[in-house]
């Protein structure tokens, strides 16, 4: 069940909608929220520990490979680290304007279709790394879908597409995300995808920490029993239990070192 009526409850709750500012009860107050999608996004953000990693160096291990994304306002270099079952030793390198991949401290020469299939895959990992982090990118679309309780708690029910221009290779994909509305934290996602035949994924946040003023957390991910891509029915399907799980997204040896 979603309702608008509880988000301005809530806002009321919190003193977002007073008619009046404390202390001052001649002055009309003025509109606190323009655009009630950017302005939950934006607590998400500051709740996840965005200001942080705004300049930041953070290491991680994700099923076995080092990862390590230094981050400068909008300038980023990702790197991703590991061995194959040869022994030989493969460093990706992302940067705002490049990819680049050494083998055994080599430069590796790769064709385009490999180039970009590498680097997609290593903004992918940092992109659900980092959420909520990147959505209040230019080439967001956000829109608001009221509050659910489908999850037990309130949850503000966010859908994500993305425009053509810098939305990525991927920019046709849809997303859904529920942020628990008095906290801010981001709890539950889903998806859908063109790529390899398409699908969609649900994942549910557990494991929630702090590491360095970060707020990291790992996920179950599930698939749905059938074939449907309505990401903004998938609360419905977890309450109903049409999903199943298929894998556990977990970040480990996590580090934060703030960058001046």
């Not at 994304?69 to 990706?92: K, L, N, P, V």
């Not at 490049?98 to 970009?116: E, Y």
């Not at 309450?239 to 799980?245: E, F, I, N, V, W």
Request: aromatic share 14%.
């Amino acid at each position: 069940m979603k309702s608008p009526l509880l988000f301005c409850w809530l806002l009321l709750f919190a003193g977002a909608c007073s008619n009046q500012p404390p202390g001052n009860p001649t002055v009309a107050a003025k509109p606190v929220i323009t655009d009630t999608a950017q302005w939950i996004i934006r607590q998400a953000i500051a709740r996840h520990g965005g200001a942080v990693l705004d300049s930041s160096e953070v290491a991680f291990v994700f099923r076995e490979r080092a990862y390590v994304a230094q981050r400068h306002g909008q300038q980023f270099a990702y790197q991703r680290s590991y061995t194959t079952e040869a022994g030989e030793r493969i460093q990706d390198i992302l940067t705002n304007t490049a990819f680049k991949r050494q083998l055994n401290g080599v430069p590796a020469q790769l064709n385009a279709k490999d180039s970009l299939s590498a680097a997609n895959s290593l903004n992918s990992v940092m992109y659900f790394a980092f959420l909520p982090y990147f959505l209040n990118d230019p080439a967001v679309q956000l829109t608001y879908h009221g509050i659910t309780t489908a999850f037990g708690a309130p949850h503000y029910e966010l859908q994500v597409a993305f425009k053509a221009a810098g939305g990525g290779v991927d920019f046709e994909d849809e997303y859904a995300y529920w942020i628990h509305a008095t906290d801010f934290t981001l709890d539950y996602l889903a998806y859908n995808f063109l790529v390899n035949g398409g699908g969609a994924r649900f994942r549910q946040a557990y494991n929630a920490r702090e590491v360095g003023g970060i707020r990291f957390q790992d996920y179950v991910n599930f698939k749905p029993t059938t074939d449907t891509r309505a990401v903004l029915s998938f609360d419905s399907l977890f309450q109903a239990g049409g999903l199943d799980t298929l894998s556990l997204i977990e970040l480990e040896e996590v580090e934060v070192r703030t960058l001046k």
